[in-house]
């Protein structure tokens, strides 16, 4: 189906199309789930809730899908690339209005979930022990050079917890950065830069130092080396 794309919202109403192009592509079979589905977008737009503007100059997506997994097979895996990100004002504060790029491969474990509403699926998928498996990340923010992976489920207040590492290049730069905008306090940031000095990589090439540490989500809170840096919001489902 080709054509102009247009979104029909509550608010505002039916406006201009979001994007320069956006393409889906998914077999037709008589399956209650797509195998797989390919998704690509160019210059994206958006009006956020909050206010403001967001959007993206490319986005790519591929899922491959397997509702009924085989022991020890995913239900899903999935490939994520996004480039020249201009992430939400609230968002953006954080460590500058644009995201260079950003990269995610990963699975989805557990069985699909049943349930009417939001929440119930979530618990289900919970209790049949669902996990989200971020093999890959990689981003590039502002002063930051990250490059993650981690294990992701929900706890009994389905509020995402998990475990995993990463690799940074710029963290005291970004440390700095989010203290100067109170996404985190001095205190920690100046404790963070200081066990992570006593870690860090410096290359022989002069490049900038960097540093592997572990990372820990527990009660919504993200911790490094068991130094908490950041409360999350808490998620509300619906």
Request: glycine letters at 8%.
């Amino acid at each position: 189906a080709e054509g102009r794309p247009r979104l029909r919202r509550a608010f505002p109403p039916e406006g201009p199309p979001p994007a320069a192009s956006l393409r889906r592509a998914l077999p037709l079979r008589a399956h209650p789930w797509p195998r797989c589905a390919d998704v690509s977008v160019a210059n994206l737009r958006a009006e956020p809730p909050m206010g403001g503007e967001a959007g993206l100059q490319s986005l790519r997506l591929h899922l491959d899908i397997s509702p009924q997994p085989q022991p020890g097979e995913p239900t899903a895996t999935f490939t994520l690339g996004a480039e020249a990100i201009n992430p939400p004002p609230g968002v953006a504060r954080l460590l500058g209005p644009r995201i260079a790029n950003l990269e995610v491969e990963g699975a989805l474990n557990g069985p699909v979930p049943a349930g009417r509403t939001l929440a119930e699926q979530a618990a289900a998928w919970r209790d049949g022990g669902g996990s989200l498996e971020i093999k890959r990340l990689a981003v590039v923010w502002g002063p930051l050079d990250l490059t993650a992976s981690a294990t992701l489920a929900l706890d009994d207040q389905l509020q995402p917890m998990g475990a995993g590492s990463a690799r940074l290049v710029g963290y005291a730069e970004t440390l700095d950065m989010l203290a100067s905008r109170a996404a985190i306090s001095r205190s920690a940031a100046t404790a963070t830069k200081a066990v992570l000095s006593l870690v860090a990589h410096s290359p022989e090439d002069g490049s900038p130092p960097d540093v592997e540490v572990p990372l820990t989500l527990q009660y919504r809170t993200l911790s490094m080396r068991q130094v908490p840096l950041v409360r999350l919001p808490e998620m509300d489902w619906p």
